[in-house]
Structure formats: structure tokens, C-alpha cells
């Protein structure tokens, strides 16, 4: 569901096939209430087509390029071969997103006895104002709890509600780095001092992500980081190996790192 009327040239939206015919067919835009919008036979592909049908058919679902918008009529054209398959994958995960989005407020709406336009009034468009996508809001809710939500602007009814139905409803993928640490200090204190790096290197991890190092027997050490956010376990990993090193290294100890590829 979009906020404004229509599409903007340029722009990629999810239709489906309603009618096909020999010069070209008409769909309906998803995220526009079903906006009728029409699909020029040139615009199908850009190979040559003998059979229009060998490309398209009634009740699909694709992926098309705003071409042509007459706003006064609310006429749209679209363009299937225009859409490369980047920008295609792109927008079919957004949509897929959306709908989750759309149905988690359709229960809130439920639950608090309004319509889904109260919905989106109320909840969704704030959320998409403040995280760029309102699933995004909803993620954020079932990672970092009501605070995700109240940061949005959201009433503490509508908190309450899409906080319950996020953390019922929304599995967060998480990541893990994982790598092995060689280390080798040859002074008669050097079990205290690889203690000590690795203790003070679990410290530098930041907040929101879980980081363990266990050994597979002397001298390796596995380093294992999970966290929700990609950047983040990718810092964490960095900031646990680099503590590590420096003070491996100031003891003239040595320190390898292999980084396991998944």
C-alpha cells in the first residue's frame, strides 16, 4: 500500500496480469489498490516475440518500470523489458516485505477495533517515515523491543499491540563470523598474557552482539560472532582480532588469523 495515488515515472512497481492480448496486456498494480495500467506489446521483451503469451499470462505476477503517467486520467503504462533483473529481485523482496508489513498491521487493526487505514495512519506510515520501510520498524521492534516503536512516534497502544504481533510473528535471521586465532607467546608468563588478550579482546565487543572464544586445543583459538546486523559482527570480529594482536604483539608473541568462509 503507497500513501500517494499513483506512480511516478522511473519507478518499479509490482503488477499483475489481468487481460492479454495480441499487442500488449493490462495489469493492476499492487501497491496501488489495483490501479489498472497498460503493458505495451514493445515493452513485453526485447527479443522478438511471436507469441506475446510465451511471456506472459493472467494472474501473474511481475515486476515493471513506470513509463508513462497522465494524472489528470490516471492512465499508467509500464514496461516489463525494461526492469533489469537486479532492480527486478530488489522489488520483489521489498513487496514480499510489504505484505508482511501490511498484514501485521491488518491484525493490529483488528485488535484495536479500527480500520487498516487507522492502521497506516496511525502505525505504519510513522514507521516507514523514521525507518525508510515499515517491516523495518517491525524488525527493530522484535530485536530491540517497545523502544523500536515509541522512537517512531507511535501511542502506547499501538506499541503494545505491534510489539506482540512482531515478536509472535517476525524470526530475525541472524549472522555468524567465525574464525580461528593461532597464537603463540614463548615466555614463561604466556598462558596469563593469552588470557589476558583474549579477555580484554571479548571486551572491546559492542552492545547487541554475542562473541565467545573457546580453544580446539593450544595454540588455536576459535573466535565466533553473532549479531542481527551484518556491519556490526563484521566490526565486533575486527575489534576482537585487532585488540588481540595488539597485545599478543607487544609481548613479541604471534598471532595468525584464518576467517572460515561460509
Same mark, same amino acid.
Given at each position: 500500500?503507497?500513501?500517494? #495515488? &499513483? #506512480?511516478?515515472?522511473?519507478?518499479?512497481? +509490482?503488477?499483475? $496480469? *489481468? *487481460?492479454?492480448?495480441?499487442y500488449g496486456a493490462y495489469v493492476t498494480l499492487d501497491e496501488y489498490g489495483g490501479l489498472e495500467a497498460y503493458l505495451p506489446w514493445s515493452e513485453v521483451s526485447s527479443r522478438w516475440i511471436r507469441d506475446i503469451r510465451d511471456? &506472459?499470462?493472467?494472474?501473474?505476477? +511481475?515486476?515493471?518500470?513506470? /513509463?508513462?503517467?497522465?494524472?489528470?486520467?490516471?492512465?499508467?503504462?509500464?514496461? !516489463?523489458?525494461? $526492469?533489469?533483473?537486479t532492480e527486478r529481485r530488489k522489488k520483489i523482496l521489498e513487496w514480499k516485505r510489504a505484505v508482511k508489513a501490511d498484514k !501485521?498491521?491488518? !491484525?493490529?487493526?483488528?485488535k484495536l477495533g479500527v480500520s487498516k487505514e487507522d492502521a497506516y495512519r496511525?502505525? =505504519?506510515?510513522?514507521l516507514e517515515d523514521y525507518y525508510g520501510e515499515i517491516y523495518a520498524g517491525l524488525e527493530e521492534a522484535a530485536i530491540r523491543g517497545p523502544e523500536a516503536l515509541k522512537e517512531a512516534g507511535l501511542s502506547d497502544e499501538w506499541v503494545e499491540v505491534l510489539y506482540e504481533l512482531a515478536k509472535k510473528h517476525i524470526t530475525i535471521k541472524k549472522i555468524k563470523i567465525r574464525g580461528i586465532m593461532s597464537i603463540v607467546v614463548l615466555k614463561p608468563n =604466556?598462558?596469563? /598474557? +593469552?588470557?589476558?588478550? &583474549?579477555?580484554?579482546? &571479548?571486551?572491546?565487543?559492542p552492545q547487541g552482539v554475542e562473541a565467545k572464544i573457546y580453544t580446539i586445543g593450544a595454540p588455536r583459538y576459535v573466535v565466533e560472532v553473532i549479531s542481527t546486523d551484518y556491519k556490526l559482527a563484521e566490526q565486533a570480529f575486527s575489534n576482537i582480532v585487532n585488540t588481540a594482536k595488539k597485545i599478543i604483539e607487544k609481548h613479541e608473541g604471534k598471532i595468525e588469523v584464518v576467517r572460515e568462509r561460509r
Open positions: 500500500m503507497k500513501r500517494k #495515488p &499513483l #506512480p511516478d515515472v522511473g519507478e518499479i512497481v +509490482i503488477a499483475t $496480469v *489481468k *487481460k492479454v492480448f495480441e511471456y &506472459l499470462r493472467e494472474g501473474q505476477k +511481475i515486476a515493471v518500470k513506470v /513509463i508513462r503517467v497522465i494524472r489528470r486520467k490516471k492512465q499508467v503504462d509500464v514496461s !516489463l523489458k525494461r $526492469v533489469m533483473e !501485521l498491521l491488518e !491484525l493490529a487493526a483488528e496511525e502505525a =505504519g506510515w510513522k =604466556g598462558i596469563d /598474557i +593469552i588470557r589476558e588478550a &583474549l579477555t580484554k579482546s &571479548l571486551e572491546s565487543v
